[in-house]
């Protein structure tokens, strides 16, 4: 990233690099993990994002529900 920022890198080179950066990154967290602790991590991922998406925009920066009535 310190790259992108100094030098002029193209899309292509800047979208490769964070490919490979992301490759590397799961790589190493399935090293430290069997197959079935890295499939409920796939799942419990999956699922908390299907919840934010639903639910994520009812709650305000603080994490309160609704217009009044929260914790302040």
Known sequence: MEKAKTEEMGREDLKEALTQLI???NSKIE???NEKQVETIKIYTALSMQYSKHCGQK???KGNRGDGGGKK
């Open 23 to 25: 490759s590397d990154r």
């Open 31 to 33: 090293a430290l993990f």
């Open 59 to 61: 709650r305000d920066d």
